[in-house]
């Protein structure tokens, strides 16, 4: 093997792996730089990272000399790696999210608040508005990528909550008591109502409030982001 195309966040982070990979040095090969890196949207969305072939010089050997560096150059790359690990994933997604507010012209504070099965991070200050958006999708979009953040400084998958202003139970009770009045139009005119496409924690609000009910059923359809829920009468026995 005298080529080989590898991956990384960094042009440099793929050369390092590349080395790794061939087993020899920089100065024993040509780098030929396929993609640069490019950040995407807050820095998150749309990330690609940079993509390099290595060739190996025609004389450079293909396992490299007694007291080479290369086996160091690996255990230093897997070392970069895995150094993320060693900060707290929760304060790194609470850090994302002040940035976020100062970008915004917003002055917040967040936080980070353990429960059972996921970590909520609260966020307060004033105009908070901006930050919740309608109907919570700036929200949501936030905590998608607070997730993204936070797991990239852990070794095991965590779960965030982003809430603001009490947003979350605001919006539960909101979706619950539309879920009842919707099974009541269905339930009167004997035809199924589609709702509008939610994500799939508001689906769950409405499928965990309809469940019991004696005389609709719910269920999901379509492709996300456009999956919505849809009410209709339970066949009659």
Known sequence: MNKIVTSGKTVEEAVRQGLAMLGTTEDQVTVNVLEQPSKGFLGLIGVKGAKVELTLLSKSPAVPPKGDRSEDRSLESQKDLSSNTDQDPYQEAASFIKDVGENMGLQVDVEIVQ???????????????????????????????????????????????????????????????????????????????????????????????????????????????NRRVVITLKQSK
């Open 115 to 225: 429960k059972k099965d996921a970590t909520v991070l609260n966020i307060s200050g004033n105009d908070l508005g901006m930050i919740i958006g309608r109907r919570g999708q700036t929200l949501d979009a936030l905590q998608y990528l607070a997730n993204i953040i936070a797991n990239r400084y852990s070794d095991s998958y965590i779960r965030i909550i982003l809430d603001a202003e009490n947003f979350r139970e605001r919006r539960k009770k909101t979706l619950e008591d539309l879920a009842v009045r919707l099974a009541g139009r269905v339930v009167r005119t004997r035809k199924e109502v589609a709702l509008e496409p939610m994500p799939p924690q508001e689906r769950k609000v409405i499928h965990s409030k309809l469940q019991d009910h004696p005389e609709v059923k719910t269920f999901s359809k379509g492709e996300e982001p």
